[in-house]
């Protein structure tokens, strides 16, 4: 006699697809090159990040918003400012920026520790985002994400060092399935 045990192992039934990410580097301190690709319904996202001048003092704003009802019209569900080098140093517990940020940092070489060191280069090469770092349900629609990465200079005035918007999609017919099967008997 056999059993089959069936469960659900954090199921997701949407695919998150990057579909633009349209940005702005200060030439002065960095050379940034960002690259989506879309094969085979899989979305990969690729940095590299070039440092011209020694930076420190780094602070990060962002911002998440959906569309609503009615195309191009965006609400912003998360906004938030933060001492970047901080959050580096300190890696604080349950923020959902945490999560996401050592999800990327699991690709490749990106940035770890401030300040930034002139010549040094930070790579983010094949990332895709992980579902199981979302919330379970999330509705199917348009999304972005604006970053800005900023400088403080001596006098206390925040100058850019790079901007972007991620653009992208919850599309829920390309889903998938983590149903798990054990057969026991």
Same mark, same amino acid.
């Given at each position: ?91 604080? *517990?349950?923020?959902?920026?945490? !999560?996401?940020?050592?999800? +990327?940092? /699991? @690709?490749?070489? $990106? ?47 925040? *100058?850019?060092?790079?901007?972007? !918007?991620?653009?992208?999609? +919850?599309? /829920? @017919?390309?889903? $998938? ?9």
């Amino acid at each position: 006699m056999t059993f089959h045990i069936y469960w659900f192992a954090n199921y997701r039934s949407y695919k998150v697809i990057f579909t633009s990410f349209e940005y702005e580097a200060n030439p002065q301190f960095l050379k940034a090159t960002i690259q989506i690709q879309n094969v085979s319904g899989e979305t990969t996202l690729h940095v590299v990040l070039n440092v011209l001048e020694d930076i420190e003092n780094i602070g990060l704003s962002y911002g998440l918003a959906i569309e609503g009802d009615q195309p191009n019209n965006f609400t912003m569900v998360v906004k938030r400012k933060l001492d970047f080098c901080k959050f580096l140093q300190e890696r604080p *517990v349950g923020m959902g920026f945490r !999560r996401h940020y050592e999800d +990327i940092l /699991k @690709s490749d070489s $990106f940035i770890k520790s401030c300040p930034l060191k002139k010549n040094a280069v930070f790579t983010v090469r094949n990332y895709q985002l992980d579902e199981e770092l979302l919330p379970q349900y999330v509705p199917e629609t348009n999304f972005y994400l604006d970053m800005q990465f900023d400088r403080m200079n001596p006098k206390g005035e925040a *100058v850019m060092l790079i901007k972007g !918007r991620l653009n992208g999609t +919850i599309d /829920k @017919s390309k889903g $998938f399935n983590n149903l798990k099967m054990f057969s026991m008997g």
